[in-house]
Nanobody
Framework: QVQLEESGGGLVQAGGSLRLSCAAS????????MGWFRQAPGKDREFVAT????????DYADPVKGRFTISRDNAKNTVYLQMNSLKPEDTAVYYC?????????????????WGQGTQVTVSS
């Protein structure tokens, strides 16, 4: 079992920055590839970024590439999402997740453990 808890969301103006954190507890955090997803009202949950267990390999959705950075600190059992140059279209609930299934790392179906989400609102 892995428990995940996101924090760091809030209201920010367009062009601003936020740093999300996801604290993990339970089974060995460093064993898992981690991902960030987001869900806007009325839309499906979508992939944002993912990071390998070691932190050496990352991948980003095209809309956030160059603006968001995913990182992790295995000693602190935490994964981060640094979000810069935020846009109103980034407004969503952001979720972190731990992958256990050997399928597409950009798909929600690859991830089993999920946090409760944190709201990010970007005003224009």
């Amino acid at each position: 079992q892995v428990q995940l808890e996101e924090s760091g969301g809030g209201l920010v103006q367009a062009g601003g920055s936020l740093r999300l954190s996801c604290a993990a507890s339970g089974r060995s955090f460093s064993n898992y590839r981690m991902g960030w997803f987001r869900q806007a009202p009325g839309k499906d949950r979508e992939f944002v970024a993912t990071i390998s267990w070691s932190g050496a390999v990352t991948d980003y959705a095209d809309p956030v590439k160059g603006r968001f950075t995913i990182s992790r600190d295995n000693a602190k059992n935490t994964v981060y999402l640094q979000m810069n140059s935020l846009k109103p279209e980034d407004t969503a609930v952001y979720y972190c997740a731990a992958r256990i299934y050997n399928s597409d790392v950009r798909s929600t179906t690859a991830y089993y453990y999920w946090g409760q989400g944190t709201q990010v609102t970007v005003s224009s």
